[in-house]
């Protein structure tokens, strides 16, 4: 069965600081690949999405970067944090376009 | 752009009893998905159920059961028999059947904390 990890859980980081959040998934293939933001008490908001190694499509300008150096593998990075960037960011996974996206388990990250 | 609406923004229901979660959305396409999804406290994501809108049938998984409702653009979530781990802040989603550009992403409502009373 496909299962998809996230790491760390949870991340403090000092305003300025780089950001590296790692997903990986195992269990199938070419999988596309989702990075998503959520808010305090609000709904989830597209980041990156990946069809294929090193294709990234970026939803909203920010200061935050997205690689697939594996077929499986999606990171989520940043070379200097902002405090607008503290939330909880979710990377999910789907066999397709038209599959169901599958979650992590979330970063919170909290920017002091 | 499609924009998707739940206007409850908390609710609650007694053990063993039957809610309704209710979900409106916009869009000006005639095939797309609908999900409804669950993050209980560890904020983890899970797909409760998926309906796809040429399917006029309404999906049903255990518990889990939508009232599709297509030229009123509504999608609702039914919980029967609801148990104190169905307490979750729960989220209805869309997604487009086209598969280019900003198509491929989830659009989630704000969500509806549902408190399940013992």
């Known amino acids: 069965s496909q299962t998809i990890h996230q790491w760390p859980a949870t991340l403090v980081q000092p305003v300025g600081s780089p950001l590296s959040l790692e997903c990986t998934v195992e269990g199938t293939s070419n999988p596309n690949l989702y990075w998503y933001r959520q808010a305090a008490g609000r709904g989830l908001q597209l980041l990156f999405y990946?069809?294929?190694?090193?294709?990234i499509s970026s939803e909203v300008p920010q200061n935050l970067s997205a690689s697939r150096p594996q077929d499986r593998q999606f990171i989520l990075s940043s070379k200097k944090l902002l405090l607008s960037d503290s939330g909880f960011y979710l990377c999910a996974w789907s066999a397709s376009d038209n599959q169901p996206q599958h979650f992590g388990d979330g970063t919170r990250l909290s920017i002091l | 752009a499609q924009t998707v609406t739940q206007s409850q923004p908390e609710m609650s229901v007694q053990e063993a009893e039957t809610v309704t979660l209710s979900c409106t959305y916009d869009?000006?396409?005639?095939?797309?998905?609908l999900f409804w999804y669950k993050q209980p406290p560890s904020r983890q994501m899970i797909l409760v159920i998926r309906q796809e809108a040429y399917k006029q049938q309404n999906a049903t998984e255990n518990r889990f059961s939508v009232n599709f409702q297509k030229a009123a653009k509504s999608f609702s979530l039914k919980i029967s028999d609801s148990q104190l781990g169905d307490a979750a802040m729960y989220f209805c989603a869309y997604r487009s059947v086209f598969s280019s550009g900003s198509a491929r992403q989830l659009t989630f409502g704000s969500g509806t904390q549902l408190t399940v009373l013992p």
């Open positions: 990946s069809v294929g190694i090193g294709q």
């Open positions: 869009t000006s396409e005639s095939d797309y998905y």
